[in-house]
Structure formats: structure tokens, C-alpha cells
């Protein structure tokens, strides 16, 4: 079992930044794939980045890609969203999760509750 707790959501002017940090319990951090997700008001849920177990891989969606860093620390059991030259559309809530590799890509087992991301114009 791990649990997920997402902290550094705010509001933030257009062009600004903020990091996310998203902090695991359990013994089992290292071993896990970890992305961020998101979730627009009327909008599905959407893939943001993924980090592999080790940390040697990433992957972004392209509405992000340029602006926004994945990193992890396994020692701190803690992975990071960097946000750079954000826009209103990006205002959202920001969810992390714990996962696996799968057949097709990876899957995710654990989601933290999310924190809140709003990006002013």
C-alpha cells in the first residue's frame, strides 16, 4: 500500500511558476513508476508526466512539454512537478499516482488527493 500526499498547488499569475511535491509512505517509493495527472473543471482527467522507478526516463504530455519537469528523489520518497511559464490553461487539479509498468505503457495503483493549480491571466 502506498499513500500519496500532494502539496505546492496555489494561484499563480500567467508566465509564473510553481513546484509540486508529491510525498509517499511505504517502503515500496523506489520501486514504483510516478506520474502527475490532471484534472480541468468539466474536463477528464489528463496525463501530465511520468518518471520511471529509477528515475533515468521521462515523459510528457506535449501541452506540457518544455514547461514542466518531472524529478524524483527516492531517498525522500518524494517526486517533484516543475511548472514553468504557466498559462490559465493549466489551472487545474493536479493529482500524483504510484504505478507499474504494463503490456501497453504503465499503469497506476495509487493516487494521492490532489492539490489545487490556478493559473491567473
Known amino acids: 500500500q502506498v499513500q500519496l500526499v500532494e502539496s505546492g498547488g496555489g494561484l499563480v499569475q500567467a508566465g509564473g511558476s510553481l513546484r509540486l511535491s508529491c510525498a509517499a509512505s511505504g517502503r515500496t517509493f523506489s520501486s514504483h513508476i510516478m506520474g502527475w495527472f490532471r484534472q480541468a473543471p468539466g474536463k477528464e482527467r489528463e496525463f501530465v508526466a511520468t518518471?520511471?522507478?529509477?528515475?533515468?526516463?521521462?515523459y510528457y504530455a506535449d501541452s506540457v512539454k518544455g514547461r514542466f519537469t518531472i524529478s524524483r528523489d527516492n531517498r525522500k520518497a518524494t517526486v517533484y512537478l516543475q511548472m514553468s511559464s504557466l498559462k490559465p490553461e493549466d489551472t487545474a487539479v493536479y493529482y500524483c499516482?504510484?504505478?507499474?509498468?504494463?503490456?501497453?505503457?504503465?499503469?497506476?495503483?495509487?493516487w494521492g488527493q490532489g492539490t489545487q493549480v490556478t493559473v491567473s491571466s
Open positions: 499516482a504510484a504505478g507499474h509498468r504494463a503490456q501497453n505503457g504503465f499503469a497506476y495503483d495509487y
Open positions: 518518471i520511471t522507478s529509477s528515475g533515468d526516463s521521462t
